[in-house]
């Protein structure tokens, strides 16, 4: 929901979408993002012993996820030792993704983000899943 409100709001502010169908490739790139990574947080969450360090152990992995998923600088504009590491990072296919659908522009053939976000989606429900049964209270 966030994210729709902040895609109307960036209309208005002078945001040109190439493509009206556009904007719910970029909603389905949302959808499988936020899929997968609730269920990587559940996967963490599920085998930590006290959950008053799971808001230190996600700030610790998910910051530098975001970091180098080129939501904040192209990749192209990367160092030529950080753009393999870049391409690890599973939030790189969704950003580019997003960027597809509201630009028209990708740096990565958005059906190759889209087959990379939604196997990892796949998986980190499964593990999430998997992890998640074998919690014991």
Do not use: C
Not at 29 to 48: K, N, P, Q, Y
Not at 60 to 80: D, K, M, Q, T
Not at 118 to 130: H, R
């Amino acid at each position: 929901i966030q994210g729709i409100i902040l895609m109307v709001l960036a209309v208005f502010l002078g945001l040109r979408i190439e493509n009206p169908a556009g904007f719910f490739v970029a909603l389905g790139f949302m959808i499988l993002v936020g899929i997968a990574f609730t269920a990587f947080g559940i996967a963490i969450a599920s085998r930590m012993e006290d959950m008053t360090g799971f808001q230190l152990i996600m700030n610790f992995v998910v910051f530098p996820l975001f970091g180098l998923s080129g939501a904040l600088f192209p990749i192209s504009s990367l160092p030529a030792w950080l753009e393999p590491v870049t391409l690890i990072d599973p939030l790189t296919y969704g950003v580019e993704g997003i960027r597809y659908g509201l630009t028209g522009a990708s740096q990565i053939n958005p059906l190759i983000s889209a087959a990379v976000i939604a196997g990892f989606a796949v998986a980190m429900t499964m593990a999430g899943a998997y992890l998640f049964r074998k919690v014991s209270v």
